[in-house]
């Protein structure tokens, strides 16, 4: 058998998880007063509800090695192969743990590790699409094979409602914040090397969405896989993107998720995201 890890980075919730028989090891994110859970998408909306009252961003902690190596352990006991998808090396040493771990099992050569390259709703593909593979059958050479192909055509984006949690992470001057948010200035983010990238600017949203669309419209789709859309607290927003998409594009494959706090830290409430693959 093939274990699949990944870490809480992909908003897949524990029950989902037990769905695809996939294990879950979290970072954590730590207020000034406490630490919480992201275990569920009512965990995510508590997380963004306590967000819009507190002056200081909460930190995100990356897993220890001993989280990890507590799974490779039954999965040794098990003699089980382990695959482990962690969100991008770039946003995270979430990767480092994982490998630390590994060297400490006296499992290496059953243990596959990989940078999904991906966060959020584009990793939360990546570990389903590995997930379904294993089920159909696939050994681990097929599935990395896979992987290695599919996370380089996947493009992940969205914007941000508000530039107040950017400029509380010391990504903006305040005094630029203040002007955008005067003018309703959103930010359109994409995941790169290096975590998240900006990549301009629009006023108002619906400026913001046109913006994302040309990101779909530079490569032909790959419509057998599926468009994911994301939202932080308000469903809404995104829901009405999906459609519109889904009409401008013809799509007949998407989902609709919450996006969590590993990622929503530096979003924000009332952002959309988009998630989708080319050819």
Not at 212 to 234: A, H, I, R, S, V
Not at 244 to 254: A, M, N, Q, V
Not at 261 to 278: E, K, Q
């Amino acid at each position: 058998m093939i274990r699949i890890i990944t870490d809480n980075a992909s908003d897949i919730t524990v029950e989902e998880a037990k769905k695809m028989t996939v294990e879950i090891v979290p970072l954590t994110i730590n207020f000034e007063d406490e630490s919480v859970q992201q275990k569920t998408a009512a965990d995510f909306d508590n997380f963004y509800r306590k967000l819009e009252t507190v002056q200081t961003l909460p930190s995100t902690s990356r897993p220890s090695p001993e989280d990890f190596l507590k799974h490779f352990e039954k999965a040794k006991e098990a003699g089980d192969e382990v695959l482990v998808l962690t969100i991008d090396a770039g946003s995270s040493g979430t990767l480092e743990s994982a490998e630390l771990a590994r060297g400490l099992s006296g499992y290496s050569e059953k243990i596959t590790i990989m940078d999904s390259k991906q966060a959020i709703m584009s990793q939360r593909l990546v570990v389903e699409q590995a997930a379904k593979l294993r089920d159909a059958g696939a050994n681990m050479q097929e599935i990395v094979v896979y992987i290695k192909d599919l996370r380089e055509r996947i493009v992940v984006c969205g914007v941000i409602n508000t530039l107040k949690y950017l400029k509380m992470g010391g990504r903006v001057p305040k005094t630029m914040a203040f002007i955008g948010e005067a003018i309703g200035i959103k930010p359109i983010i994409i995941l790169g090397d290096n975590g998240l990238d900006e990549l301009a600017k629009k006023r108002g949203m619906l400026a913001g969405e046109k913006r994302l669309w040309q990101e779909m419209d530079k490569f032909p789709l790959d419509k057998e896989l599926p468009t994911y859309f994301g939202y932080t607290l308000n469903r809404e927003i995104s829901e009405n993107y999906r459609q519109k998409t889904i009409e401008r594009y013809d799509l007949t494959k998407t989902g609709i998720f919450p996006i969590g706090g590993v990622i929503g830290t530096h979003v924000g409430p009332n952002g959309i995201g988009l998630a989708f693959v080319r050819k």
